[in-house]
């Protein structure tokens, strides 16, 4: 198939893999660097606060006005000059909306690994040279210079868009990054069920058990018992598997998203999707639990 001809290719580029190692760690590292604000804002940029990510909705700014230049320049080229500021207001909205869709995307990027961190540098590099292209061919418009050569470098900028706009679109349906992994199965408990006898949860230790085929994480703290979802909302990592906070939250260890365990809730990003919640009860010495009602 074309599409795997084109995605294994560019998967199969090494230099791709050499950047993203050196790169990932040093967004990171920025945002560590600021404390709690770097917390703050690098959850802010990838959604948390709107249980989403951000990126693909600012995205829809320069796709949208690009798209639309592209149409006015058209129709300046066959003869009807009245719609060249119109072409030419676009292109700078569009230019704004670039600047939000690459921190907001080099935010999420920084949460990928492996292949979804080759296909997405990619992405974004493509997005940069189409960015290069339509500020070149704003100065010239504003310049009124060679408008001839301006129109050429929005098309050729347009067709780049597109290319990086399908790579995108394969991150999100074929990588399935930005998709909430815990919603894919609809098999969430909704009346009690026994998962794991009371006895053998210790303080501070967490366990992982089944409910029918979702996986729960069970943890005692300060006495009390908590569960949600073990499936890392983000991109499927195991939250069994990682770092229990004192706090009653824990991080998972693929990329270090941080869950509250009293209500799912995110503390820090990459995630944006809560986990899903169980209310817990004992019963006969065994720990019963159900999906909590929303709030
Ligand atoms: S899978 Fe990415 S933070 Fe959990």
Redesign the pocket.
């Known amino acids: 198939m074309a599409e795997n001809k084109f995605i294994n290719a560019i998967t199969a580029q090494e230099w791709l893999g050499e950047i993203g190692g050196k790169l990932r760690p040093a967004v990171i590292g920025a945002f560590k660097s600021g404390g709690k604000a770097g917390t703050e804002i690098k959850n802010f940029l990838h959604g948390t606060w709107l249980g989403h990510p951000l990126h693909p909705l600012i995205t829809d700014v320069p796709i949208g006005s690009w798209t639309a230049s592209a149409v006015l320049d058209v129709l300046e080229l066959s003869g009807q000059k009245k719609y060249k500021s119109g072409a030419d207001a676009a292109i700078a909205i569009g230019l704004l909306g670039a600047a939000g869709s690459a921190i907001t995307g080099l935010t999420d990027w920084s949460?990928t690994t492996k292949n979804k961190q080759k296909i997405g540098l990619m992405h974004g590099m493509l997005n940069l040279g189409a960015t290069a292209l339509y500020t070149t061919s704003y100065f010239l418009r504003k310049k009124k210079k060679d408008r001839a050569t301006a129109i050429a470098l929005a098309m050729l900028g347009y067709g780049i868009t597109g290319l990086a706009a399908y790579l995108g679109g394969h991150l999100v349906y074929g990588e399935q990054v930005g998709v909430d992994h815990t919603q894919v199965s609809a098999e969430y408990p909704e009346d009690f069920v026994a998962v794991f006898p009371e006895k053998n949860l210790k303080e501070n230790q967490m366990a992982v058990a089944k409910a029918g085929k979702i996986a729960v994480l069970i943890v005692k703290q300060k006495g009390e018992i908590f569960a949600i979802a073990n499936t890392?909302s983000?991109?499927?990592?195991p939250l069994c598997d990682g770092e229990l906070k004192e706090d009653c939250s824990v991080v998972?260890p693929?990329?270090?998203?941080q869950f509250s365990l009293k209500d799912g809730s995110v503390v820090s990003g990459?995630?944006t999707e809560p986990q899903p919640k169980f209310d817990v009860r004992l019963m006969n010495g065994q720990i019963e639990v159900k999906l909590a009602k929303q709030a």
């Not at 693929?254 to 998203?257: G, K, Q, R, V």
């Open positions: 949460g890392c983000h991109l499927g990592g998972c693929w990329h270090h998203s990459p995630a």
